[in-house]
C-alpha cells in the first residue's frame, strides 16, 4: 500500500508507504529507563505495593506503573493519552515488557483507597531519598489548586482566583531543596484552608524524611501562619521563617518601629519581639521595608512611599540573613507550573478521592525522577531544568528498534542528537555511586489524622 503526493516545498513527488519494523518517537527515554534499572525502582514497587494481581495474564502492577510514569514523562496529560505507549513496540521491547491501556491504568489506580496510598507512597518518596546523595536540607510547605470540571469527590468551591465559581482540589505539599524534590503530598478538598491539617500532615513529612537528610530549617507563606503549627515546630526545635499575617495588631508595631537597618539601597530591616493576643508567648517579627518606585502607590499600610513584608521566626540569625533565606523560597514557586503544565499533575482524575489522590502522587514522584535525573550533573544548564525542557531535548528522539544477534538494539536518530548526546547521562547512570536503600522501609510513624478528614462531608471550619 502506497500513497503519491507531492512535497509543499518544490512540488517534487513523494511516496507514502508503511513498515513493519518497531519506531519510537521517544529513544531518548532510555535514559530515565536506565536510571529506573540502576536504582530498582521495579523491585521496590514491588516490593512495597500493597496490593497483588491474582490473574496470571495480568501486566505485573508494577510494569503498569512504570509505563503511567514513561507516559507522563513522554508527555500523556490524560489517561487516553496512554495508548501512545501501548502502541509503541520499540519502547515496549526497550522495556522488556508490555504496556497496558490506558482503561487498565485507571484499574490500577482505582485499587488506591486511604489505606494503600498512606502504606505505599510515602514509603516510596522515602525510598527515592535513601537513594539520593545524602545531605542537610530544608522544607518548603505550600499549596495550589487543581482546577476540576465535574463532580468529583472532594472538589468544592473555595479560594479561586481563577474560576470563582469553579470546583477544585487544594493539595499541600512538601518540597525539600537542593535540588528541589517532593517529600510529601496531600490532596484535599477545594475548601481546605492552607493550614488546615498542617500539623498532622507534617508529623507524616518528617516520618518519611530519611535520617541521611536532616533538615536545617521550613518556610512557609502567610497561609501557614497558624499557633498550633508554631507551637508544633517549637516544641521539636525546628528553625522556622514563616509570612505573618499582618493583622491590626503587628499593623500598629510595624508603624511603630523607630530602628531601621539599611542593607541595600531602597531595604531596610528591622525586628521586634512581642505575644500577641491568643498567642502562648513572645515571638520574632522581623520586618523588611522596601521603598516603591512611585510614592503615590497605595499600600497595605498607610505610610507613603513604603512596602513591607513580616516574617515570624525563631531563627537567631540576623534579620536581613532572615529576609533573604525566605526569598530563596522562590525556586519553589515555578515548581507548580511545572507539574501542572509539563506533567499534567491536574488533569489525571478519576471520580473517587483516593484513585485521584495516587495518581496524583505517581506524577510527583516522575518530578523527582527527573529531579534525580538533573542531580546527576549531565544537563548543560544552569539551574534545574523544566520537565518540558527535558522531554524536548532529551526524552524526544526518534528511534528504530532492530536485533544484533540475540541482542536487542535501539538506533537513534543522530539527527535528533543521537547516542552522542545522551551518553554523557548514560555514564553518569552508569557509574554514579548510589546508596543501598534497604529493600522494606522500616514502617513509618503514623500520623494522628488521615487527609480522608478533609474530604468534602467535612464541612470547612
Known sequence: MQYEFRRIGDGGQAVLRETKRAVTPFGGLVVMVELLRKLGAVEAVRARLPFRYESNNAIDPAH???????????????????????????????????????????????????????????????????????????????????????????????????????????????????????????????HAADSRGAVEFLTEALATLPASCPLQGLRADAGFHDQKLLGFLEERALPYVIVAQRNRSIQLHVQGLTTWTTVE??????????????????????????????????????????????????????????????????????????????????????????????????VLFVFNLLSVCQALGAFRRQGQARPATLRQSLFVCGAIAGRSGHKFVLFLSAAWGGLASRKPFLDKIQHAILPIAPTLDPPLTPAPSSPAKLLKNNPPP
Open 265 to 362: 539601597p531602597g531595604a531596610d530591616v528591622g525586628e521586634f519581639t512581642e505575644q500577641l493576643p491568643a498567642t502562648s508567648r513572645p515571638r520574632r517579627f522581623v520586618v523588611v521595608r522596601l521603598r516603591l518606585p512611585d510614592p503615590t502607590e497605595q499600600r497595605l499600610l498607610a505610610v507613603p512611599g513604603y512596602e513591607y513584608r513580616v516574617f515570624i521566626t525563631n531563627r537567631p540569625e540576623p534579620a536581613a540573613w532572615i529576609w533573604h533565606h525566605y526569598d530563596q523560597r522562590a525556586a519553589i514557586e515555578p515548581r507548580f507550573s511545572e507539574l501542572k503544565t509539563d506533567l499534567g499533575a491536574d488533569d489525571f482524575c478519576l471520580q473517587k478521592f483516593f484513585p485521584t489522590e495516587a495518581a496524583f502522587l505517581s
Open 64 to 190: 503498569t506503573l512504570l509505563a503511567f510514569w514513561l507516559g507522563v514523562m513522554a508527555g500523556a496529560r490524560r489517561f487516553a493519552h496512554l495508548q501512545m505507549l501501548r502502541s509503541d513496540r520499540a519502547l515496549q521491547e526497550l522495556c522488556g515488557t508490555r504496556f497496558p491501556g490506558d482503561d487498565a491504568v485507571r484499574n490500577f489506580f482505582q485499587r488506591f483507597g486511604p489505606a494503600q496510598n498512606a502504606a505505599f507512597f510515602p514509603a516510596m518518596f522515602r525510598w527515592l531519598l535513601e537513594r539520593h546523595p545524602p545531605g542537610p536540607c530544608l522544607l518548603d510547605l505550600d499549596s495550589t489548586l487543581l482546577q476540576r470540571f465535574g463532580r468529583q469527590e472532594g472538589a468544592e468551591h473555595g479560594y479561586n482566583p481563577t474560576r470563582r465559581s469553579g470546583r477544585a482540589h487544594r493539595p499541600l505539599v512538601a518540597f525539600l531543596t537542593q535540588p528541589v524534590l517532593v517529600l510529601h503530598a496531600w490532596l484535599r478538598a477545594g
